[in-house]
C-alpha cells in the first residue's frame, strides 16, 4: 500500500502518526507529493489533489484523513486509537471533532497567507478564523485536562496535536494559543514525547 501526503499537511501528518504507531511503515511505504497547480502528476494518482490519500493493494484510493486513519487502525481487526461503537464513544467523538474544526479553521486561515499575496488577503476571513481559534484554544485549555485527551494515545489526541504540536506561537499571524493557556502548553509538550508525533513534525517554514 501507499500512503501519499505533502510533508507539511497536518491531515497527512494524522496519517503518517497512525502509520508509525500501528507498525505500518513496512506494509505501508510513504511517497511524499508536493499538492497544487495545473498537470501536477498527483492528480492521476488522487483526482481530487488532496492529501492524505492510502492506495490499497486493489488500486482503491481512499483520501480524506478519517478514513485513512480508521482504516489504518482497524487493519489488525485490534482497532487501539479510535472510539468505542455507541454511546460509549461520545465523549472521544465529541472532542475529536472539535480539534478538527479548529484544525480546519487554522488551515483556512494560514491558506490566506501560504497562498494569497498581502493585497489580496481577506481581513474578514483572517478574523473570524482568528477568533474562532482563540475560542477553542480556551476549550482545550480545559478539555486537556479530562479522561479523553490525558489517557492513552487516540484520535482525539492526534487532531488536537496536528493542530498545535511543532506551532510556533504566532503562527499564523496572530494564533497565540500559548499565552495563558498552561494546561495547553503542558499537554503540547507532553504530546512531544511521543516518538510518533516527534517523527512526522512539519519542516519549518521560510
Ligand atoms: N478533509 C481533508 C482535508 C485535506 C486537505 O485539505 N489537505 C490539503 C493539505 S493540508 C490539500 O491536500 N490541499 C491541496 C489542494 O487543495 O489541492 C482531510 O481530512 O484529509
Known amino acids: 500500500m501507499k500512503l501519499y501526503t505533502s510533508p507539511t499537511s497536518p491531515y497527512g501528518r494524522m496519517a503518517r502518526i497512525v502509520r508509525l504507531e500501528k507498525g505500518l511503515a513496512d506494509r505501508i ?23 492524505p490519500s492510502l492506495i490499497l493493494n486493489d488500486g482503491a484510493v481512499l483520501e480524506d484523513s478519517t478514513l485513512v486513519c480508521w482504516f489504518m487502525d482497524h487493519l489488525d481487526g485490534a482497532p487501539t486509537l479510535h472510539p468505542p461503537e455507541g454511546m460509549a464513544g461520545l465523549d472521544h467523538r465529541r472532542i475529536e471533532a472539535t480539534a478538527r474544526s479548529m484544525l480546519d479553521g487554522l488551515s483556512l486561515w494560514g491558506r490566506e497567507y501560504l497562498y494569497r499575496e498581502a493585497e489580496i488577503r481577506s481581513a474578514t476571513i483572517i478574523a473570524h ?37 511543532g506551532r510556533v506561537n504566532d503562527r499564523p499571524q496572530g494564533f497565540r494559543w500559548q499565552d495563558g493557556r498552561p494546561n495547553l502548553c503542558a499537554w503540547a509538550e507532553r504530546m512531544g514525547g511521543y516518538a510518533s508525533i516527534v517523527e512526522t513534525l512539519p519542516p519549518p517554514r521560510n
Open 29 to 51: 511505504a510513504l511517497h511524499p507529493v508536493k499538492t497544487r497547480g495545473a498537470d501536477n502528476p498527483y492528480y492521476a494518482v488522487n483526482p481530487s489533489g488532496r492529501v
Open 129 to 165: 478564523e482568528q477568533a474562532r481559534a482563540l475560542r477553542l484554544a480556551d476549550v482545550f485549555e480545559k478539555e486537556v485536562q479530562g479522561k479523553v485527551l490525558s489517557g492513552p494515545l487516540n484520535m482525539a489526541q492526534i487532531t488536537l496535536a496536528c493542530a498545535l504540536h
